[in-house]
């Protein structure tokens, strides 16, 4: 399927997840950082004009969660609707990070478009500093949760952790490390792992994540280990040594990532990224507003995904 990109604009870590009612729903960060927007619709084209688009969660005035509203991700676990999201006290800036924690929001009922959400509470990471960009899977029985977290122990923003789940909001801890950034693509700007996302085919389990300041270096980097293997063993998880997405400069598609998966409407594999359309930002990447949803299908190559060029 070609998509004419972008699919959404100005909605930075998009999320597609297909339910088995038939429905894509879509939820990102909004620019303002201040709730939590979900979406549904039929087709994966039909998200940029949706049937049904609601405010799930409108962010308190003052508290824990009450500012930056980051890289919400929406998951049916354990029967329960989840939205999984993180939050700061405030937009200062403290030891060079904000002060996001990770947070979620659950609705109990049946259909997650109805005005039912209500908070849940924090999912504690087991580390006391900053960490964000959450989300979950199922396999094999069990529920897991990949997270991105700064260890005060460990030079850099972020590095990437999972942990098996116990409930919906509850982590069975300590998690395991999987990757820190190490390599050059991986540091430009800031030293960053996060944005992790799953996919699961070819007899393996795909982990992709993204690298790099928020700029035209933010890049993708993937891990993977065999479906059969303990996956909260580190050295059951290898490492691309290079990007496996990147800022296509002809195309003028730059700092593809934050990615997630799905499946268009003929069963086909389809990668779901954000990425600004020029390079010249005025201050903080972060609060420039133009990081809009794209699409495109992928193939395989050899039993490995080939996600191409951004487009």
Known sequence: MKFNNPIISQRADPQVYLHDDGYYYFTA??????????????TLKGL????????????????????????????LVQGRWMIYFAAAPSREIKDDLFQHRMY?????SSDPMTPEWTFAGQVDSGIDAFC?????????????????????????????YIAEMATPIQLKLPGT????????????????????????????????YS????????????????????????????????????????AKVYGPGHSSFTKDEQGNDVLVYHARDYTEIEGDPLWDPNRHTRMKSFTWKDGMPDFGNAE
Request: proline fraction near 7%; hydrophobic fraction near 40%; aromatic fraction near 12%.
């Open 104 to 108: 979620a929001i659950e609705n109990l």
């Open 132 to 160: 964000l960009d959450a989300t979950v899977f199922h396999h094999q029985e069990k529920d897991y949760y990949i997270w991105a977290q700064k260890d005060p122990k460990i030079a850099g923003n972020s590095n990437l």
């Open 211 to 250: 690298a790099s300041a928020t700029d035209e270096n933010y890049c993708m980097g993937m891990l993977w280990a065999d479906e059969s293997s303990d996956l909260l063993v580190a050295d059951n998880w290898h490492k691309s040594p290079v990007p496996v997405f990147r800022t296509n400069w002809p």
């Open 48 to 75: 940029a004009d949706p049937e049904s688009i609601i405010t799930a969660w409108q962010k308190p005035d003052e508290g824990p969660y009450s500012e930056l509203i980051w890289a919400p991700e929406i998951h």
């Open 177 to 208: 490390l999987l990757t820190v950034p190490e390599f050059e693509w991986e540091t430009r700007g800031f030293m960053v792992n996060e944005g992790p996302y799953l996919l699961q085919s070819h007899g393996k389990v795909w982990l992709t």
């Open 29 to 42: 960060s909004v620019p303002e950082y201040d709730r939590i927007e979900l979406r549904r619709a039929k």
